[in-house]
Every structure is written in structure tokens, then in C-alpha cells.
């Protein structure tokens, strides 16, 4: 099975969410898992972050970590993804080793996509494509994009903004990579997320 989720984490980090997210890791589907943890102090996000890693080396998924590419070494997790407000690619570099990866969410510009293309992450990451809890005002971004930036480079692409189990089909059809998922899985009404992860195909 070729992995093709980029899982997200919660914003907040309960009890059970080691346990959930090592039932979810197990399905084989999750590609990549970015902590993402806006309001939390960088020395608790360390702590989260060293626990997580022990559960990512298990099932052989990309840890990454948003915005604090210092942290990367710290937690030795696989890299950072970068939002438009989080600095560049370049200063992220003097933290990170040659081969961490790097991704950058270009939302659903063809100007953001096109600058960073010349610093060269790992991924980028477009969207949103649907409305999205987490982001509740983001700008849509068309599917069309992703072909156009298909045909600007062969850089893996990931989907963000909205997908869940009734959408993301119509995001593959256009070529996408990975679908960034997040919702869907962890404040779902009527799924663990462990049963809510099957929901993928």
C-alpha cells in the first residue's frame, strides 16, 4: 500500500492520544505526521515531540515539526514545515542537516509556489481546498493548481484545507501527492480516530 496521508496533530495533546495515534500510524497509510502546536511553550512541545518520535520510527513515518525549526534536532525528528510567516527556507537551513526535509505551504498562490521552488523543499503545500476547522478563513485554493504546479516541478505536492473522507477522491484525480488531514481524524463526532482513518483509500 503506498502511504498518501499527511497526517496533523490535534491542537491540543491529550492522554490518549499516544495510544490513538499509534492506532492510527498502523493502518500504513500515514506518509508523513507534522506536531503542530501553536499555543504550547517550545519546552512542552520537546517533551510531546520525544514521545511522538518513539511512536513515528515504529511505523517508519516522517516526523515534522511546524514552524520551530530549532526544535528539529532537539526532538530528532525528520524536519520542519514552514508557514508564509515562519521564516524561509534558507535561514531554516542553518538548523537543519542536508538531509532533513523541508516543506512550505504556498496556499494557493502561483507567485508563492514559483519563489519557493528556487529554495528547494522537500514538498509544498497547497490549499485550503475546502472549508477547514482548522483554518476557518483560509483563501480557497483551486484544484487546478495543482496542475499547473505539476507541470512547474516534479516536487511532491499536499493538499490542505478541509478533506475528509467524501472529498479527497477529487483531489487525487488532479495529481495530488498527499492529502493533509487533520479534523477529520481527531475531532470527528462519530469516529475514533483509529476507525476514522479507514475512511482513506
Not at 492520544?17 to 502546536?37: N, T, W
Request: hydrophobic share 35%.
Amino acid at each position: 500500500m503506498r502511504k498518501f496521508i499527511y497526517l496533523i496533530s490535534p491542537n491540543k495533546i491529550s492522554k490518549n492520544f499516544y495510544k490513538d495515534l499509534d492506532q492510527v500510524l498502523a493502518s500504513k497509510k500515514v506518509k508523513y505526521f507534522q506536531l503542530r502546536l501553536k499555543s504550547y511553550p517550545k519546552s512542552k512541545i520537546i517533551r510531546i515531540g520525544k514521545k511522538i518520535r518513539k511512536i513515528t520510527r515504529k511505523y517508519k513515518v516522517n516526523f515534522i515539526i511546524n514552524d520551530f525549526p530549532d526544535l528539529v534536532s532537539k526532538i530528532k525528528a525528520d524536519g520542519c514545515h514552514l508557514g508564509q510567516s515562519d521564516g524561509s527556507i534558507k535561514n531554516s537551513k542553518k538548523f537543519l542537516k542536508t538531509n532533513k526535509i523541508i516543506g512550505v505551504t504556498c496556499h494557493g498562490s502561483k507567485k508563492l509556489i514559483s519563489a519557493a521552488l528556487e529554495d528547494k523543499p522537500n514538498y509544498l503545500a497547497l490549499g485550503s481546498f475546502f472549508k477547514s476547522k482548522l483554518k476557518p478563513n483560509a483563501k480557497r485554493a483551486k484544484r487546478n493548481l495543482i496542475v499547473w504546479c505539476k507541470r512547474k516541478s516534479k516536487i511532491p505536492i499536499v493538499g490542505i484545507g478541509g478533506i475528509n473522507n467524501k472529498n479527497y477522491k477529487s483531489l487525487i484525480k488532479f495529481g495530488l501527492n498527499y492529502l493533509a488531514i487533520s479534523s477529520f481524524i481527531w475531532n470527528n463526532p462519530r469516529l475514533k480516530p483509529k476507525d476514522a482513518i479507514k475512511k482513506f483509500n
